[in-house]
């Protein structure tokens, strides 16, 4: 990336992170995806339970070659050989010690937006582990909620469901059916079994200072 870009682009990343301190979480600019691990390395400690969400955002950081290294507790839900193991890796998840997950949003006021379909992912960053670890690529930073709904609807849940092979209306025309309407609300979509935006989680001022970490990246990342 040029210079003179980077520079403003960390401007206004570091404006976001400090809307996000003022909201309770703690926060950490990321140059590229490389710098991403000794950030989530610094924030664990050996021994540690660790687990997380499907997150595209964390794989092209790497992360899940810390988690194998050995050092940590690591709930692996793509090592469980079945459905109800794989149920158990989800409701472990609330004792764990750290959390790992993207976000599908970070709006300019430093507020967290996230859709999920299981809504394992939503539920624990809610409650229940004693951290959690957001990454997100510059890329998922969005003007005010609105923008956030439409992000999802356009940005993120369409590759979502092509990635996880779901039969729905935005896998097949790369957009929310919803978007049709003139005066579209967040909780519209389609129907049928497929749909992955079920429940909606709008993170603001946290009730429990620096719970939640944010590390957003000077790069694109996930969808
Ligand atoms: S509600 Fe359905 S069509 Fe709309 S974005 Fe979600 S999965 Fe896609």
Redesign the pocket.
């Known amino acids: 990336m040029n210079e003179n870009k980077k520079s403003a682009l960390k401007l206004r990343i570091n404006a976001v992170g400090e809307k996000l301190k003022k909201n309770n979480m703690e926060f950490y600019y990321a140059e590229t995806a490389k710098d991403v691990c000794p950030i989530v390395e610094s924030l664990m400690k050996e021994g540690d339970t660790v687990t997380h969400g499907g997150s595209v955002s964390m794989a092209e950081c790497g992360i899940n070659e810390l988690l194998n290294s050995g050092r940590y507790n690591y709930l692996d839900r793509s090592k469980a050989q079945s459905r109800e193991e794989v149920e158990e890796i989800y409701r472990k998840a609330f004792s764990a010690d750290v959390y790992i997950s993207s976000a599908n949003a970070i709006t300019e006021d430093g507020v967290l937006y996230n859709?999920d379909?299981n809504s394992n992912r939503i539920a624990a960053i809610a409650f229940g582990p004693a951290s959690v670890i957001i990454i997100a690529g510059y890329n998922k930073i969005v003007r005010d909620l609105k923008a956030a709904e439409v992000r999802?609807?356009?940005e993120?849940?369409?590759p979502?469901?092509v990635r996880l092979s779901?039969e729905?209306?935005?896998?097949e025309?790369g957009?929310?059916?919803?978007?049709s309407k003139a005066d579209h609300q967040m909780s519209?979509?389609?129907?049928?079994d497929?749909?992955?935006?079920c429940n909606y989680l709008i993170s603001a001022q946290q009730r429990h200072k620096g719970r939640i970490k944010v590390i957003i990246v000077g790069e694109e990342l996930g969808f």
Do not use: E, H, Q
């Open positions: 859709v379909g999802v609807k356009t993120a849940a369409p979502n469901c779901c729905t209306y935005c896998a025309k957009k929310c059916v919803s978007l519209d979509g389609c129907g049928g497929g749909r992955i935006c």
